[in-house]
């Protein structure tokens, strides 16, 4: 195809970058398959992906925040950086993918004005509102062709609701808690709607910043998987907000499970690490901290909120804390203040809903969360970290890849949420070995396959065989498609 990508994640501190060229294939994923999906061929990397012995990173983000949907956009409309884009936009997206700080996205894509000159059809002889709308239009009807594989998905109809759920496995301290698991289309068996806490997702309008909330804009849409907070605290005590950026932008946090930690402001995270009374403490105090989100509390579990600082010294323990840059007003990033990585996503089923592309008022994106941290988190880390001193062990960590089948929960936790069988072993990484997902596979707008079965077919593949980077997930997976018309 000739075009390359260059994808960027992290921040100033943690920034990595991956790059590749784009290239097509048909892509499965637990028995749900799609043809002529674009992906990165990646070729020069900084990730950890291979270390930590998977194959590739799969997006689950909005088609908006996608490299390869935008360098498709771009070439396929012809809105080339040459052409169409002002100069200052082209250097600043050649800058945005070197400078990890910035938190930088392109806004020119949904917001072309009339003084960004386009070849979609008849263009240049419409009124300003008609411009807009047929840009959007565009835009939106290219999500099913160019976007992320799951955002395909929603765009042609073939999940039964437009969403996915998640749920993070404890691999330390005490294995276990939830079954890691990703469920598409559907929440989990069992687990009800109305026991989640439902919470808008921020749109992004190019005027604005962000700042604004009409969601009747035609500019204004998600980016990110980024909610608003009402306030954080720790053991109880509400933390003050930071100094360090506008007081004009709402709190608001990223969910985001390619996060390891959980990133906050500078000044935060030193404030919260003064509380702690240093960055290192005993492991067998649990702290607790924990989110304010759409007026209930989820709390971080204090299983999960450390991690054993010295080898061979279970008594001695850190945060799982790390600073990030702050939101900057006017500067043309993302506003978020915080980023919840896996610590925080261990505690909870957090379901992604995506609405409608089309009827973003009608149908808005959310997130839900169901936290399912027990009463006695507390007390079950002071006994963990009890047994492991008196053995002079380490604090117990485990690996697994994904499990030979997909079986019924043994039991269920908090919500109906499954829990995870008990572990084999849990030797400091012990990487028992797995094969794959038994499934049929379904053959999702295809070139005149549309809706029609495609057989069983062994395996939970990610890419193809021609594919040079894809992924696998230690997570237990339920897929709920429906079939096309």
């Known amino acids: 195809m000739g075009l390359d990508a260059t994808i960027v994640y992290g921040d100033s501190k943690t920034g990595t970058y991956a790059r590749g060229i784009i290239g097509y294939d048909a892509v499965s994923l637990a028995g749900l398959t799609l043809q002529d999906q674009y992906f990165a061929a990646i070729n020069d ?3 950890s992906v291979v270390q930590t012995r998977c194959s590739g990173i799969f997006g689950l983000g909005f088609p908006l925040n996608s490299v390869i949907w935008t360098d ?9 950086r040459q052409r169409s884009l002002h100069r200052d936009t082209v250097s600043h997206i050649t800058g945005m993918r070197r400078n990890f700080a910035s938190r930088w996205f392109d806004k020119s894509i949904f917001g072309i004005s009339s003084s960004r000159h386009t070849d979609l059809p008849s263009y240049q002889s ?12 565009a835009i939106i009807s290219s999500f099913g062709v160019s976007g992320p594989f799951i955002t395909r998905l929603v765009s042609l109809g073939g999940l039964a609701s437009p969403m996915f759920a998640i749920a993070l496995q404890r691999d330390t301290i ?6 890691g698991m990703l469920s598409i289309g559907a929440l989990p068996p069992g687990v009800q709607n109305e026991s989640l806490t439902w919470v808008p997702v921020r749109k992004y309008t190019l005027q604005q910043d962000g700042l604004a909330q009409d ?12 909610v608003p907070v009402d306030d954080v605290f720790l053991d109880g005590v509400k933390l003050p907000r930071s100094q360090l950026s506008s007081g004009n932008i709402s709190l608001s946090a990223l969910i985001d499970t390619g996060n390891s930690l959980i990133r906050g402001p500078p000044d935060v995270i030193s404030y919260i690490q003064n509380m702690l ?5 005993a492991c067998s105090l649990p702290h607790t901290l924990a989110f304010q989100i759409g007026g209930r509390m989820f709390p971080v579990d204090p299983r999960d909120f450390i991690n054993q600082v010295r080898s061979g010294n279970a008594q001695v323990c850190g945060a799982n804390l790390a600073q990030t840059d702050v939101p900057v007003l006017g500067g043309g990033g993302y506003l978020y203040s915080w980023s919840l990585g896996d610590p925080f996503l261990k505690g909870v089923l957090a379901a992604f809903y995506y609405g409608s592309f089309t009827g973003l ?3 808005p994106p959310r997130i839900g969360f169901l936290s399912t941290v027990p009463s006695d988190a507390g007390q079950r880390l002071e006994d963990a970290v009890s047994a492991a001193s008196a053995e002079h062990y380490d604090l ?7 499990p030979s089948s997909l079986s019924s929960p043994l039991s269920t936790g908090i919500g109906g949420v499954p829990l995870a069988p008990p572990p084999l072993s849990t030797g400091t990484g012990d990487i028992p070995m797995a094969s794959s997902l038994p499934g049929s596979a379904h053959d999702i707008g295809g070139s005149n396959q549309a809706g029609q079965a495609n057989g069983a077919r062994e395996g939970m593949q990610v890419g193809s065989a021609t594919a040079l980077w894809y992924s696998f997930f230690t997570l237990a997976m339920w897929t709920f498609s429906r079939m096309l018309a």
């Open 45 to 47: 990397t900084n990730t």
């Open 72 to 80: 498709m956009f771009l070439n396929q409309h012809q809105v080339s």
């Open 126 to 137: 419409m009124p300003q509102q008609k411009r807009q709308m047929t840009t959007s239009s």
């Open 174 to 179: 005490e294995i276990g808690g939830n079954e």
């Open 215 to 226: 969601t009747s804009s035609l500019e204004a849409y998600p980016i990110a998987w980024e």
């Open 277 to 281: 009374g240093g960055p290192h403490f």
């Open 361 to 363: 008022s009608q149908d």
């Open 396 to 402: 117990p960590g485990t690996k697994m890849l994904p």
